[in-house]
C-alpha cells in the first residue's frame, strides 16, 4: 500500500515536528521574551534540524505522488482528505519553520514576529504530529491500523525521535555533552511514553483478533520478526537505555550520540514495522 518514500514521510515529517516542539519548549521555557539573541543553542539546532527535514519530508510526499497532476489535486482542496490535510499541513508547517530560520540566522529572534511563529509551529507541528497517525488509522479497511492507540503511538514516537535530533545535532555542532543532561533525562522520558504506548497498542491489536491479529505474529514471529526486535525493540529502546546507563557510571559524552542515533534509527524501524505487517481485511456489506 505504501511506498519507501510514504513511510519516510511518515518518519521525516513526525521527526521534524517533535524537533520543532522540543526547540520552541527549551526556548520559552529560558526565554527572556525580548532579549536579543535569548535562543539556546539547543533551540536553534532544533529549529535548523526542523527546517531540513520537513523539506526532505516534502520531496518524499512528491516522489510518492509521482507525478504533477496528483500533486495539484492533492493541494486543490484541504478539506478533500485526510492526504490533502496533512500535504497542506506539512506546506504550512514548512513555511513557518524555514521564517523562523531565517530570522535565526539574521539575528531577529528578538522580534515579535519571531515569537508569533514560535508559537504558531507549535500548532502546526502538533497537527502533523497527530496527522501521521490517523492518516493509517482512518483507513478502516486494515484493522491493524484502524485504531486510536496508532495515532498516540505515533505522537509519541515523533516526540522521542524530536527529542533525540536535537540532542544529537547539539553534540553534533557542539562537539561535548555540555547542557545537554535535562534534554536527555526529557528523552529517556518520551522514550518510555513511546514503549507503553507501543505496548498498548500492540496488545489491542492482538485481542482484537482476525487480522490485526495475524499482523502481530508477523511482527512477533514471522516474516519482520528480525526487524521488529532488532531494529525497534533493540536499537530503538534497548540500545538508547544501555546508553544512559552506562553514561551515568563512566561519563563517555559520544554515549550520548549513539543513544540518541539509536532513538532515531528505532523510530524508522518503527513506520516500516506499522506499515509492512498490515493486512486487508475482509469488509462485510449488508445489501437491502
Known amino acids: 500500500m505504501f511506498s519507501d518514500f510514504a513511510i519516510w514521510y511518515l518518519f521525516l515529517a513526525g521527526t521534524a515536528a517533535g524537533a520543532f516542539l ?62 490533502s490535510v496533512g500535504a497542506w499541513l506539512l506546506t504550512l508547517c514548512l513555511a ?9 540566522l539574521l539575528g531577529r529572534s528578538a522580534t515579535v514576529l519571531f515569537r508569533v511563529l514560535e508559537l504558531a509551529g507549535l ?36 516526540v522521542s525521535c524530536g527529542a533525540a ?36 497498542f500492540l496488545l489491542s491489536r492482538w485481542f482484537a483478533g482476525g487480522a490485526a491479529q495475524s499482523s502481530c505474529a508477523t511482527l512477533f514471529a514471522g516474516d519482520l520478526a528480525g526487524l521488529f526486535w532488532g531494529g525497534l525493540v533493540l536499537c530503538g529502546f534497548a540500545a538508547p537505555l544501555a546508553c ?9 559524552p559520544v554515549l550520548r550520540l549513539a543513544g540518541a542515533v539509536s532513538t532515531l534509527a ?3 524501524c518503527l513506520r516500516y514495522c506499522v506499515v509492512l505487517a498490515a493486512a486487508y481485511s475482509a469488509i462485510t456489506v449488508n445489501v437491502t
Do not use: Q
Open 266 to 268: 528505532g523510530g524508522v
Open 22 to 83: 522540543w526547540a520552541a519548549a527549551i526556548d520559552i521555557r529560558g526565554a527572556h521574551v525580548l532579549a536579543r539573541n535569548s535562543v539556546p543553542f539547543r533551540s536553534r539546532a532544533g529549529f535548523h534540524g526542523c527546517t531540513v527535514l520537513l523539506a526532505f519530508a516534502a520531496l518524499m510526499l512528491f516522489l510518492d505522488l509521482g507525478n504533477s497532476y496528483d500533486i495539484l489535486y492533492l493541494f486543490e482542496n484541504p478539506l478533500r482528505s485526510v492526504m
Open 165 to 200: 535530533l536535537v540532542e544529537a545535532l547539539s553534540f553534533v555542532l557542539v562537539g561535548s555533552s555540555r547542557g545537554l543532561r535535562d534534554l536527555a533525562c526529557a528523552a529517556g522520558a518520551s522514550r518510555a511514553v513511546e514503549f507503553a504506548a507501543l505496548a498498548v
Open 244 to 252: 544512559d546507563m552506562a553514561n551515568r557510571l563512566v561519563r563517555v
Open 123 to 158: 500548532v502546526l507541528c502538533a497537527g502533523v504530529m497527530t496527522y501521521t497517525g490517523v492518516l493509517l488509522s482512518s483507513m478502516v479497511s486494515i484493522d491493524f491500523w484502524n485504531t486510536s492507540w496508532l495515532v498516540l503511538l505515533f505522537v509519541a514516537s515523533a
Open 96 to 104: 513557518v519553520s524555514v521564517a523562523v530560520s531565517v530570522l535565526l
